[in-house]
Antibody, heavy 123, light 107 residues
């Protein structure tokens, strides 16, 4: 069964840094483009960014609110994708989901979600 | 960025009712819209891709339609397990964007 498991969520002060990890199993991780989506408490969903498969170039793309502060990387030997978050702001407080589209091709129909990990930015 | 505007933001309906949720995009996105259902404390679950293609295991009382800039999610014969928040998402171009959500409550 395909599965994504996030880890690393924590309480961090504004301006601090945090690393989230997502470990995949049950599918060919190296073939998939991996995304991070966040959800602020009681509010909606926001796409954070994604990383292409290495075979497609391994490019990382980001949403404007996190561009320049967050970095997505992947390690296909460990089936993991990582979200490095720097210069954290209070508005980065959210549940962070690791997400992918398992259908053939580099699509954005998110049919596999992790359970999420909570990041709280507060002084 | 493409804005996705959902309406209504919430609704209350009875078991057996027909429910329609609308999503409008700020520009033409062809049929590149997905719909998700999210129950409290859970991750979203995809219901429909490419505007109208039902995902495996999703009941046939749920359907999607539309193209261009206007899309709808319809639940015919609402069931208690349909109580959730529903989101549309455009998959046309990055940054990928979601609608604000529609909370469906059972009377």
């Amino acid at each position: 069964e395909a599965q994504l498991v996030e880890s690393g969520g924590a309480l961090v002060k504004p301006g601090g840094s945090l690393r989230l990890s997502c470990t995949a199993s049950g599918f060919t991780f190296s073939s998939e483009w991996m995304n991070w989506v966040r959800q602020t408490p009681g509010k909606g969903l926001e796409w954070v960014g994604r990383i292409w498969s290495i075979n497609d170039g391994g490019t990382a793309e980001y949403g404007a609110p996190v561009n320049g502060r967050f970095t997505i990387s992947r390690d296909d030997s460990e089936n993991t994708v990582t979200l490095d978050m720097n210069s954290l702001k209070i508005e980065d407080t959210a549940i962070y989901y690791c997400v992918t589209d398992l259908k053939i091709g580099a699509g954005s129909d998110f049919d596999l979600w992790g359970r999420g990990t909570l990041v709280t930015v507060s002084s | 960025d493409i804005q996705m505007t959902q309406s209504p933001s919430s609704l209350s309906a009875s078991v057996g009712d027909r429910v329609t949720i609308t999503c409008r995009s700020s520009q033409n996105i062809n049929r590149n819209v997905n719909w998700y259902q999210q129950r409290p404390g859970k991750a979203p679950k995809i219901l429909i891709n490419t505007a109208s293609d039902l995902e495996p295991g999703v009941p046939s009382r749920i359907s999607g339609s539309g193209s261009g800039t206007e899309f709808t999610l319809t639940i015919t014969s609402l069931q208690p397990e349909d109580s959730a928040t529903y989101y549309c998402q455009q998959s046309y171009i990055v940054p990928l964007t979601f609608g604000g959500g529609t909370k469906v409550e059972i009377k």
